[in-house]
């Protein structure tokens, strides 16, 4: 079966940095274009990134270019986001999604709350 585990997340203060991990099994995970996308409160899913399969290309929204790195390790079948300069509105759950265009499965989701 095609499992996306998540991990990390939680509470940081505004300016802080935090690293999200997706552990993939079940698929051959280095064949997969990958994405992170985030639900804030109260709000719809919000694409934050993409990364290509062999992780020479990656995409942003603008909302995030410049302060999240997305990136994978494929020996080790995992994706991350690496989060910087974190900002109130980046308070969401997180999600990582298998995929493109279609998002074909989807991790549990993990909580990111920015706040001092």
């Known amino acids: 079966q095609v499992h996306l585990v998540q991990s990390g997340g939680g509470l940081v203060q505004p300016g802080g940095s935090l690293r999200l991990s997706c552990s993939a099994s079940?698929?051959?995970?280095?064949?997969?274009?990958m994405n992170w996308v985030r639900q804030a409160p109260g709000k719809g899913l919000e694409w934050v990134s993409t990364i290509e399969s062999a992780g020479d290309t990656t995409y942003y929204a603008d909302s995030v270019k410049g302060r999240f790195i997305i990136s994978r390790d494929n020996a080790k079948n995992t994706l991350y986001l690496q989060m910087n300069s974190l900002m109130h509105e980046d308070t969401a759950v997180y999600y990582c999604?298998?995929?493109?265009?279609?998002?074909?499965?989807w991790g549990q989701g993990t909580q990111v709350i920015v706040s001092s």
């Open positions: 079940g698929f051959t995970f280095s064949m997969y274009w």
């Open positions: 999604a298998k995929g493109v265009p279609y998002y074909t499965c």
